[in-house]
């Protein structure tokens, strides 16, 4: 195997790993920190302990001890033994906690089925109790619903606004303002930075794989986005609508359900790869406006300002939906271009493109 062999073999393997963290990530080990786009413990499956920090987290199965978790969304739907903290975007209670509950979050409902055995401290925008608490609860949110099902066997202390059915409370109702105050504006930032950084470490590792095997393709697709700017967002959007549209009609024959699954895997990992090589031609372009012409200057500093933008109310979203569908566009392009030159070139050759990288 020579070298070139060598280096691709290498950059295949990053390649799997990226988009093996991609994926929902089952909890194998008897004791574990997880990190993934979600993290599950499956039904019927049975862990000591879960740290988890991923887009979402859900239990499913059983933790016989505790569970900490940093994510968008966590959800506990099966059995957890220990106690369970969470800082997240929302916590949902559908099982049973033997344990205490402390969550940061932007919205935290314990349902009709869910039990938590021992106390709770919550900080949320909004809160809606309507299962059972076994001990006594501390909950700051601006609105706090308790509902028909709700059954609180010890005190509430609440800061915000209370509603619903009081009489669920078996101890002492008490209003305290300062509860929750600072505990939801201080940790939910904290988690979404995580979050992002996380993605970002992501989107450099396949960065870095795409430009090791393709320098060449990713050069063109960097020109491409430099050279005709308004054709390759155009090109992009018409990507964006038709695609999905020919994915559903796919979906409507039987027959083509399994082509209309894997192109939607496809068209997913090409929508990634299009927000890389978008933010990458454009500080790419950036950089050779001052004279800068390295590669690997521009990857870095083409994520990591799109991550910073993706921080920007409504200005940062834009933005990077613009060079979202630039690099989409580039891509596409880049890629017919190469089919064509390829279905071309006289026998025995080969063009240019990815493949010959």
């Given amino acids: 195997m020579d070298r070139v062999q060598r280096r691709r073999t290498v950059v295949i393997a990053v390649i799997a790993l ?13 004791s574990d920190a997880q990190t993934g786009g979600t993290v599950v413990v499956d039904e019927g499956e049975t862990v000591d302990e879960l740290e988890a920090f991923g887009g979402t987290v859900v239990v499913e199965g059983t933790v016989t001890g505790d569970v900490n978790a940093v994510a968008g969304e966590v959800r ?41 055995g021992g106390n709770v401290a919550v ?13 006594s609860a501390e909950i700051g949110a601006e609105t706090i619903t308790l509902g028909e099902n ?18 669920a409370v078996g101890g002492e109702i008490e ?12 940790i939910q930032p904290i988690a979404s930075w995580l979050f992002s950084l ?10 870095a794989a795409l430009l090791a095997l393709f320098p060449r393709f990713s050069d063109r697709v960097a020109g491409r986005v430099a050279s005709a700017p308004v054709k390759s967002g155009l090109i992009g959007l ?8 020919l994915l559903i009609a796919l979906l409507i024959t039987v027959v083509g359900i399994p082509f209309a699954v894997a192109g939607a895997f496809g068209f997913a990992l090409m929508l990634w790869i299009g927000v890389i090589y978008g933010r990458y031609a454009v500080a790419a372009w950036l950089l050779s406006a001052v004279g800068v012409g390295n590669r690997w200057l521009a990857l870095v500093v083409g994520l990591v300002g799109g991550a910073a933008l993706a921080q920007l109310p409504y200005l940062g979203s834009l933005l990077n939906l613009l060079i979202f569908l630039l690099g989409v566009g580039a891509l596409t392009y880049g890629l017919y271009s190469h089919r064509r030159a390829s279905r071309d070139e006289p026998h025995g050759s ?3 493109g990815p493949a010959s990288d």
């Fill in 350 to 352: 080969r063009a240019e």
């Fill in 18 to 30: 990226v988009l093996v963290g991609m994926v929902p990530a089952p909890v194998v080990a008897q």
């Fill in 175 to 186: 209003q305290d303002s300062s509860i929750g105050v600072d505990l939801t504006p201080t």
């Fill in 76 to 116: 506990i739907e099966g059995d957890v033994g220990g106690n369970v903290e969470a800082a997240a975007g929302s916590v949902t209670i559908d099982g049973t906690v033997d344990g205490d509950v402390e969550a940061a979050t932007g919205s935290f409902t314990l349902t009709e089925d869910g039990t938590i």
């Fill in 198 to 207: 996380y993605v970002l470490a992501l989107n450099l590792l396949l960065g």
């Fill in 150 to 167: 709700a059954a609180i066997a010890g005190d509430l202390r609440y800061g915000g606004t209370l509603e619903g059915n009081t009489d």
């Fill in 123 to 135: 900080g949320a925008g909004t809160a809606v109790i309507d299962g059972t608490i076994e001990g």
């Fill in 238 to 245: 018409g990507v964006l609508v038709a695609v999905p549209i």
